[in-house]
């Protein structure tokens, strides 16, 4: 069967052509016999179909409406639920967005990478019968070299309190605590760092690891002193840094 | 162009606003599937709306019922372009068929809430209200002729048995392949539903004919 009349028979009939559209149709059936009795033929069809869909409508819609049968809930309209699945995802986008930055993000690691030095013994070790300590010490600066740096700390942290390696032994292990990313327990050892020599280094350590530790007010306090102090190894380092910080 | 057509056998909540579109527009059971499952899913509108009881329940189900119609010769004439929801489209022509509604009872009239909660949920249609409606307004001006052309038709219609006028609708307007309809109303064959389907169209033209000689007021439906 032919559907294509009808198709336009059936938006003039429901006036959804344009007025040019339809003056021009309605001049065409006017012309044509056969075609007016189509549009009356179709019409009659439509009041029919327009007829029983109405009265079938309405008694589902009163059905519907004394409850008999439940809302259907539509897949794409809850417009609660999508509100509150969007304001959760914000929520925990927000979260882990906090966590990340909190946890994991710090604005000032690739300073800290940059003018990290790892640590170097200045003192002697040439003894001829080293004792406990001394080989204890050169163990531990060997196990460091080697990045073995839970077992040089283990050596380190029982040097604290030798006669010879004690400030030696804090600064290791405040080194390798920074290496290990955990600046607060590094402050602690080189906070008890007493040698005027290795007090510089001392500072400036501390400095990074307060960096590290995403506390750049008191690590800008360190190097302000440093930048100050001629007498410093670190006062070009820590001027630096001080830009790279602001 | 029923090759993509969605299954038959989804829930209603499983059709996007595209295979309904794509089902209203084939026509037959999927149209008919269609139509089922958005008169549910829409339906929370025939609610609110009866929540803000100055419109009454039949007035609404009326109106719900006459954008129904609306809402399917507009999708066939292509006037969905996508440019919103389908949802939001057809709460367009609800609360136009709401405001007709209103027109034509001059004791009642559209509460504010009511208006403020179809007007959200037409916000998403994203499409010119005047470009739907604009057959509405010129039906209303023609009013008296389409009354009339409405009356003689029924009686026309009313020559044929309800049996033959549904084979009629369900060949012509709802796009029933002869093999359907042969299966729906027993016929031996498509091509016995097919010969069906256009003596009957003969027996209805007739009728229009003999309305338009006998009562001359009905001349407006003869060519």
């Known amino acids: 069967m032919e559907h294509a009349p009808y198709e336009t028979i059936e938006l003039y009939i429901r006036n959804l052509m344009t007025p040019a559209d339809r003056k021009a149709f309605e001049t065409q059936v006017a012309a044509d016999p056969d075609l007016a009795g189509e549009v009356a033929f179709y019409e009659a069809l439509l009041l029919h179909r327009d007829k029983s869909l109405a009265a079938e409508w309405k ?5 519907m409406l004394a409850g008999d049968t439940p809302p259907l809930k539509a897949a794409t309209v809850n417009r609660f639920r999508i509100q509150w699945a969007a304001a ?9 967005t906090g966590i990340w930055y909190t946890q994991f993000y710090n604005p000032y690691g690739s300073v800290v990478t940059q003018y990290m030095e790892p640590y170097r013994y200045s003192g002697d070790l040439g003894v001829q019968i080293p004792g406990t300590e001394d080989r204890d010490w050169q163990r531990a600066l060997a196990l460091y070299r080697e990045r073995s740096y839970e077992q040089a700390a283990i050596l380190a942290n029982g040097l604290e309190n030798s006669r010879q390696y004690a400030d030696d032994a804090r600064l290791l292990g405040g080194v390798i605590l920074i290496e290990q990313k955990h600046p607060e327990k590094a402050l602690q050892k080189l906070r008890d760092v007493r040698s005027p ?37 670190y006062q070009d380092e820590a001027r630096e840094i001080l830009q790279k910080i602001e | 162009m029923t090759n993509s057509l969605p299954s038959l056998h989804k829930p209603c909540s499983g059709y996007t606003d595209d295979d309904l579109v794509s089902m209203i527009k084939a026509g037959g059971g999927h149209s008919r599937k269609a139509f089922n499952c958005l008169y549910e ?6 609610r609110m709306s009866v929540k803000y009881h100055r419109l009454e329940k039949n007035h609404i189900l009326d109106a719900y019922t006459q954008a129904l119609l609306s809402f399917h010769t507009s999708i066939l004439a292509g006037k969905w372009e996508r440019r919103g929801t389908l949802r939001a489209f057809f709460a367009i022509i609800f609360r136009f068929k709401c405001i007709d509604t209103i027109r034509s009872n001059p004791t009642i009239s559209l509460d504010a809430a009511l208006e403020e909660y179809l007007r959200k949920e037409a916000e998403d ?4 209200p005047e ?4 057959g509405d307004e010129e039906h209303s001006m023609e009013n008296d002729r389409a009354e009339i052309r409405k009356r003689c038709l029924e009686e026309a219609s009313g020559e044929l048995q309800p049996r033959e006028m549904e084979i009629l609708t369900d060949y012509f307007v709802n796009n029933y392949k002869a093999k359907d309809l042969a299966e729906k109303y027993g016929y031996k064959n498509a091509g016995v539903a097919k010969t069906t389907a256009y ?3 003969n027996k209805l ?3 229009i004919r003999e309305l338009c000689e006998k009562k001359p007021e009905c001349r407006i439906i003869c060519p």
């Open chain 2, 131 to 134: 470009e739907i409606m604009i």
């Open chain 1, 197 to 233: 020599v290795l007090r510089q280094k001392a500072q400036f350590y501390s400095a990074l690891a307060f960096l590290q530790d995403k506390k750049p007010e008191k690590a800008r306090a360190i190097l302000t002193e440093i930048a100050k102090d001629g007498s410093s190894h």
């Open chain 1, 88 to 96: 959760a995802s914000l929520i925990l986008m927000l979260t882990a």
């Open chain 2, 199 to 201: 003596n009957l169209k």
């Open chain 2, 41 to 46: 899913l829409y339906f929370d509108m025939v």
């Open chain 2, 205 to 207: 033209n007739r009728s």
């Open chain 2, 125 to 128: 249609g994203a499409t010119n």
């Open chain 1, 59 to 63: 008694a589902k819609g009163e059905k």
